[in-house]
Every structure is written in C-alpha cells, then in structure tokens.
T-cell receptor, first 110, second 113 residues
Framework: QQPVQSPQAVILREGEDAVINCSSS?????VHWYRQKHGEAPVFLMI?????EQKGHDKISASFNEKKQQSSLYLTASQLSYSGTYFC???????????FGSGTQLTVLP | DAGVIQSPRHEVTEMGQEVTLRCKPI?????LFWYRQTMMRGLELLIY????????DSGMPEDRFSAKMPNASFSTLKIQPSEPRDSAVYFC???????????FGSGTRLTVV
C-alpha cells in the first residue's frame, strides 16, 4: 500500500522553511527520501531506520516516528536548488523493496 | 563510477512491437529494481532482484512483461507485445544491500503509438 505524502505541493521564497510528511498504514522498517528534478532521475537524500532516529544532511533533515509510522522531511533556509519533487519510499516487514508516495512538488522562488 | 546505465534513453515504437530495455547496475550492487513512472500512477515497482534472483515480481502488470538478470552486471525488461498504455518512463535502480539507498539510472522514456 502506497504511503501518503502531504502536502501535494508547496511554494516557498528563498530562505523559508518547509516540512513534508509521509505516513503509512503499515509497520515500517525504513523510510527513504528522494528528490527528483524535472526530466531527471530521483536522487537519494537519506534513509531512516526504525528506532525513531533523526538525520541531517546540510540544511535538510528528517525524522522517523516508528510508533506513528510517520516520517517528516525538514528543509530549512530553502535554496533555489531545493526545487523539485520529493518522494518518500517505505519498506515494511521483512520486505526491503520500496513503495513510493505520490510525491510533493516543492518550488522555491527568488 | 559511471552509475546505473540504462539504454536506450528514448524509445518510440508501434503498438504490437517488442521492446527491450537494458540496465547495467553499479558494480558491487547486489539489488536491482525496475520501476515505472507515470503521472497517473507515480513510481511503481515492477520487479526486484537480489543476487540476480527475482524476489518480488508482483508489480509486473501482466504476461506481456518479463525481466531477466542473467548476471550481476546486466538486466533486461521486455514488453511483448507493447500497448499504448505501456508508455511511461522506466527506471532501473540498484543498491548495495536491499535496505540501502537506491541509485537510479537516467531512465528510458517509452512511447508506444
């Protein structure tokens, strides 16, 4: 079953912050986050394993709440280069292959 | 490292024709995935190989689709016969371990007319 992402789209000004959420009805083993620019392939950002960890990557960080089966991606002080579609991918149970959400389109304006 | 290499980048074919998409994963990566992306359905997993063995092919739409991985450095996805509804971008991805981050290839944009 596909994880649910919200919001579907968000428009920001440079320097503003954004949060993208991903939730699943299944018990999650891991959550991945990817960014895809128009006409390109998805690019891996980070992976979070069950245990409620939080990770950071420059000004992009994420959290994983295992109990709620939710993950959030935090983009702080957004840059123009952050524009793209963000996908969460989830793995459940013993399966390791990912099921992707429908994506959140992020647009950063100057 | 050249990354995951897919060919062709674009393919236009007529309905009923056979189409073969190719993928070379990153050397040392044991897991290979085929995904299809469309506006309507997003990124869908078609099939997943681990150590060249198909583990999950539940996403393969129907018997018209088949995938093989004869060795660790090559995989094919074949559609026979192709139909207009197969038009999509097909991505191959690989990872060093099933639970690791995926590296996607550039994709093959398939158009069936």
């Amino acid at each position: 079953q596909q994880p649910v992402q919200s919001p579907q789209a968000v428009i920001l000004r440079e320097g503003e912050d954004a949060v993208i959420n991903c939730s699943s009805s299944k018990a999650l083993y891991s959550v991945h986050w990817y960014r895809q620019k128009h006409g390109e392939a998805p690019v891996f950002l980070m992976i979070l394993l069950k245990g409620g960890e939080q990770k950071g990557h420059d000004k992009i960080s994420a959290s994983f709440n295992e109990k709620k089966q939710q993950s959030s991606l935090y983009l702080t002080a957004s840059q123009l280069s952050y524009s793209g579609t963000y996908f969460c991918g989830t793995a459940s149970g013993s399966a390791r292959q990912l099921t992707f959400g429908s994506g959140t389109q992020l647009t950063v304006l100057p | 490292d050249a990354g995951v290499i897919q060919s062709p980048r674009h393919e236009v074919t007529e309905m009923g024709q056979e189409v073969t998409l190719r993928c070379k994963p990153i050397s040392g990566h044991n897991s290979l995935f085929w995904y299809r992306q469309t506006m309507m359905r997003g990124l869908e997993l078609l099939i997943y190989f681990n150590n060249n063995v198909p583990i999950d092919d539940s996403g393969m739409p129907e018997d018209r689709f088949s995938a093989k991985m004869p060795n660790a450095s090559f995989s094919t996805l074949k559609i026979q016969p192709s139909e207009p509804r197969d038009s999509a971008v097909y991505f191959c991805a690989s990872s060093s371990h099933p639970g690791d981050g995926y590296t996607f290839g550039s994709g093959t944009r398939l158009t069936v007319v």
